[in-house]
């Protein structure tokens, strides 16, 4: 026989394993700004002291998960640059070397028009 406790106990991970859901989506929806202040917070109040063993450690665990979300932002944008940076490149390369675009094929052709005139 269950009781209401142990249907209320049994739900409880469910409910829990949502909110981390929620969290986490809640989390990610932050941008780096938000993130990166709310990081400076809570980095300020672990400094000032003062609070619980266990308020210690929801604020370091919080922190741990905006620092998470600051750094892929950070990776995101690094991605994005090295892209950019990366064609520019490619285009500085073939404005050097307008053959570099090329085939070896098409570069014979190039030649052997060149000897004929």
Same mark, same amino acid.
């Given at each position: ?31 780096? *700004?938000? /993130? $990166?202040?709310? =990081?400076?917070? %809570? ?9 619980? !063993? @266990? ?19 950070? *990776?995101? /944008? $690094?991605?994005? =640059?090295?892209? %950019? ?9 073939? !404005? @050097? ?19 004929? *005139?």
């Amino acid at each position: 026989m269950t009781s209401d406790t142990d249907t209320e106990t049994e739900a409880e991970p469910e409910s829990g394993a949502k909110a981390a859901t929620d969290a986490a989506q809640a989390l990610s929806a932050l941008s780096y *700004e938000q /993130a $990166r202040g709310e =990081l400076v917070r %809570v980095v300020q109040q672990l400094e000032a002291g003062g609070a619980s !063993l @266990e308020e210690s450690l929801a604020l370091w665990e919080r922190g741990e998960e905006l620092a998470r979300v600051c750094r892929e932002w950070l *990776e995101g /944008a $690094r991605a994005r =640059l090295d892209k %950019v940076l990366e064609a520019e490149a490619e285009a500085e390369e073939d !404005l @050097e070397d307008p053959e570099a675009g090329l085939s070896p094929e098409d570069s014979d052709d190039t030649e052997d028009a060149e000897d004929t *005139e």
